[in-house]
């Protein structure tokens, strides 16, 4: 049932109208501080406002103005459009209490535009998910990149320009050489850009011109990161660690998803997409992706850049539910939106903690990290868990499902690809958490990167270890950051982990979208 609301407007505005205020406060640290919690906690009691309704079974919607005939600028929020809503509002509050710490622990320049852009690339993350159309998506996905920049190049040095750079003419490029277009003959053909809920693209249109606008969607949606559009991705980690926490684990790269997704659902639908065997294109790029961005994963030395790899893996994750086209495949790839975003940022979070109490960035160097950062290591322990998938943490949760998808859409091929990317995403994030408990500081400069990263599974007497003076002397003076760092960090873990055994509430609000 569609009912007009002006909630979603008011929830897509509040972080712009708190950005103001932000800059209004750029003299006072503490003020401009305390401008930027109370705007995100607004936004989220704005955002789970339009819960009760959706839950109920309403489409809220609201419309600004009609753009071009048939074309309006507004918005509508239905229960793929809440998950996103939801998981970005809840991440950023947590972000918000994280970035103080991190940028004051590091005593950071530019720190007003730094949090200036965070809210507004929020205010453009909020309009994604509660956009009406295609148009109007396109509006706030083109946003995204633009606020997103000045935080990926926040160092201003050269290497920071240089993949600023990188990561603008990528998500520029694949948005106007073949987004635009996409956009554009799908109102040509259907005579709307609408969200519907079985799709508006017409079925007597020539096949050839749906799969071309189709593949050029995939092309044009560069966020959802498909191998080989990805590189702009791992090149974007060179942003402080809160940036890439919230921004590339939660609203640029879901962003991306959700677009395909949106594409997949509400665009083509799910009648069509079967009819021109979409599906299995679609699972294809994504398997491709999921394994080889894995395996890129596994070579990698620097921290960052390995959970880097691993986005742009679990991402074609989500799509690849979509692709599946049976209800429980759907499901699977929306609950990973909120299974992988809760799971990651712990990930990113807990490097930074890592990088402000070491200044250390590389999986060769954390040996013995755990002893001397327990809560910081434990956490990283529980989102492994979910991005592995072993019960009950919440990756466990949404990869089952799209193991059910799988056989539903009788695609076993994906089982396997499914299998094999939790025996590498083990291989490499198991490894970190093994050595960094039990193993010794003072051998990781006599291996390689590679033998660095394997697990020792018997690990040498701790009380060995200290009486030749190993680790200690190693990490001597280390310590947990301050509690603005680590306190989020527990926190989206122990939210990652409860995903997992309580997973209702996510599917209330996917199941409203089969009623």
Request: charged share 10%; glycine share 8%.
């Amino acid at each position: 049932m569609e009912v007009e609301s002006i909630k979603p407007l008011l929830a897509v505005l509040t972080p712009l109208i708190g950005s103001v205020f932000i800059l209004m406060a750029r003299k006072k640290p503490n003020l401009r501080e305390g401008a930027t919690l109370v705007t995100a906690f607004v936004m989220f009691f704005a955002v789970v406002s339009m819960v009760p309704d959706v839950l109920s079974g309403k489409t809220l919607h609201y419309t600004l103005f009609e753009f071009w005939p048939s074309v309006p600028i507004g918005f509508r929020v239905d229960g793929l459009g809440m998950v996103f809503g939801i998981v970005a509002a809840v991440t950023w509050i947590l972000t918000s209490f994280y970035s103080i710490g991190y940028m004051r622990s590091l005593d950071e320049h530019a720190q007003t535009r730094f949090f200036f852009c965070f809210a507004v690339t929020l205010f453009a993350t909020e309009g994604a998910a509660f956009s009406n159309n295609w148009f109007t998506l396109f509006i706030f996905y083109e946003l995204i990149t633009f606020f997103t920049y000045p935080l990926v190049t926040h160092h201003e040095s050269h290497e920071a320009w240089e993949k600023g750079n990188k990561y603008l003419a990528y998500l520029l490029g694949t948005s106007k050489v073949f987004l635009t277009p996409a956009i554009l003959g799908t109102y040509y053909y259907a005579g709307s850009v609408d969200f519907t809920a079985n799709g508006i693209m017409p079925q007597n249109v020539d096949q050839v011109m749906l799969i071309g606008i189709y593949i050029f969607y995939l092309a044009g949606i560069g966020k959802v990161a498909f191998m080989p559009l990805h590189s702009w991705l791992p090149a974007s980690m060179i942003a402080p660690t809160p940036v890439s926490a919230l921004l590339h684990a939660v609203a640029v790269v879901n962003t991306g998803a959700f677009c395909v997704l949106r594409v997949i659902i509400n665009i083509f639908g799910i009648d069509l997409m079967q009819q021109l065997d979409l599906g299995v294109i679609t699972a294809v790029i994504a398997c491709i992706t999921i394994i080889t961005a894995s395996i890129y994963a596994m070579k990698s030395n620097n921290l960052k850049e390995r959970i880097a790899y691993s986005t742009v893996s679990q991402l074609s994750y989500m799509v690849l539910g979509g692709a599946l086209l049976t209800p429980t495949g759907i499901r699977g790839g929306i609950m990973h939106i909120a299974m992988h975003a809760f799971a990651k940022i712990t990930l990113f979070f807990c490097a930074g903690s890592i990088y402000v109490a070491t200044k250390k960035t590389n999986v060769s160097e954390l040996n013995g990290i755990g002893r001397k950062m327990p809560w910081t290591m434990a956490a990283f322990a529980i989102a492994t868990l979910s991005m592995v998938g072993i019960p009950p943490a919440g990756g466990f949760v949404s990869k089952w499902y799209l193991m059910i998808g799988s056989t539903e859409a009788k695609e076993f091929w994906t089982l396997i690809v499914l299998a094999t990317s939790a025996l590498l995403n083990a291989f490499y994030f198991v490894p970190i958490v093994m050595n960094g408990f039990f193993r010794d500081a003072q051998d990781e400069d006599a291996e390689t990167t590679l033998e660095n990263a394997r697990p020792v599974l018997i690990p040498q007497s701790v009380g060995a270890a200290a009486s030749k003076g190993g680790s200690g002397r190693a990490l001597a003076g280390i310590r947990e950051p301050s509690l603005f760092v680590v306190v989020p960090l527990c926190i989206t873990a122990v939210v990652s982990f409860v995903l997992g055994m309580y997973p209702e509430f996510l599917l209330e609000f996917i199941g409203v979208m089969f009623q």
